[in-house]
């Protein structure tokens, strides 16, 4: 059974689209003198989310090269990285060139450093997807095991999965679902444990599936920091509507946090 992926990557690309429509239908953060500058902050959010939808097609054909034992789309996705990279050059500058001449305060404040730090994320996100690339095209030549790589099939999916709804969060700032996908970072977590625990297991019994073990491990190892970005982009989302920073901060405690920072905004409209 191959791993989950997306018909194709015309429907990474409409996610994205629809995303940006979703952004223009956002209130924005707070209401300026200058018509320039509501155009300056939704041109950088719209750039954001083109690039995290070139994120998530790069993610899903690197997972679509190691299900189909592809060598070639898996060397392609790991050359592939540099349109991520030159994407987050661009939207660095633009956020500089706000921050420089706009001189933004409270919300436009948070959604810049916000922005800033997306993209970094985003950018680590497409670096792993490179080195799943590469491990899919060294995977290819080895002999397939009967399972498929059916050990990595959820975790597969759940990251995925996690990439996808951050970036809807990120375009609604919605704190509801950022603090689902928070919420679903553990259970990542707990699939990636399991992996390493098989593959440890599946080593002692055959020494002569080491190699192919330690490439899977690698592979499930990308997909989990994958998880733990996806975590982080939310975790910014909440910053830009509440105002809280939430890292480093158990899960128990974010939702109280969220849960009264709500009842304030609320309080207060």
């Not at 034992?69 to 500089?96: F, H, K, P, T, Y």
């Not at 997909?223 to 910053?239: P, S, T």
Request: glycine share 4%; aromatic share 4%; charged share 30%.
């Amino acid at each position: 059974m191959p791993l989950p992926r997306e018909t194709n990557s015309n429907t990474r690309r409409s996610c994205a689209r629809r995303r940006i429509i979703n952004v223009m239908e956002v209130e924005d953060l707070g209401q300026h003198i200058s018509r320039r500058f509501n155009e300056d902050l939704e041109q950088v959010r719209n750039s954001v989310l083109n690039m995290g939808g070139l994120v998530e097609e790069q993610l899903d054909r690197a997972l679509t090269a190691l299900s189909d034992a592809d060598s070639e789309m898996g060397l392609s996705v790991a050359r592939e990285d540099v349109r991520v990279n030159r994407l987050e050059v661009s939207i660095d500058e633009q956020c500089s060139h706000i921050l420089a001449t706009r001189a933004p305060t409270a919300g436009d404040l948070r959604l810049i450093l916000a922005i800033i730090k997306t993209i970094t994320d985003l950018e680590r996100i497409g670096d792993e997807a490179e080195k799943i690339g590469a491990l899919a095209a060294h995977l290819a030549e080895l002999e397939r095991p009967k399972s498929n790589y059916r050990e990595l099939r959820n975790l597969a999916r759940l990251v995925k999965q996690m990439v996808h709804d951050a970036l809807n969060a990120f375009a609604r700032l919605d704190v509801e679902g950022a603090l689902a996908v928070v919420k679903a970072d553990e259970e990542v977590d707990d699939e990636y444990e399991t992996i390493y625990r098989q593959s440890i297991t599946f080593m002692m019994e055959d020494p002569r599936a080491i190699s192919r073990v330690m490439d899977l491990t690698w592979t499930a190892r990308a997909l989990e920091r994958i998880g733990d970005h996806a975590k982080n982009i939310c975790e910014y989302v909440i910053f830009m509507v509440h105002g809280k920073d939430i890292r480093h901060t158990t899960l128990e405690d974010v939702e109280a946090e969220v849960a009264q920072a709500s009842e304030r905004q609320e309080s207060e409209s």
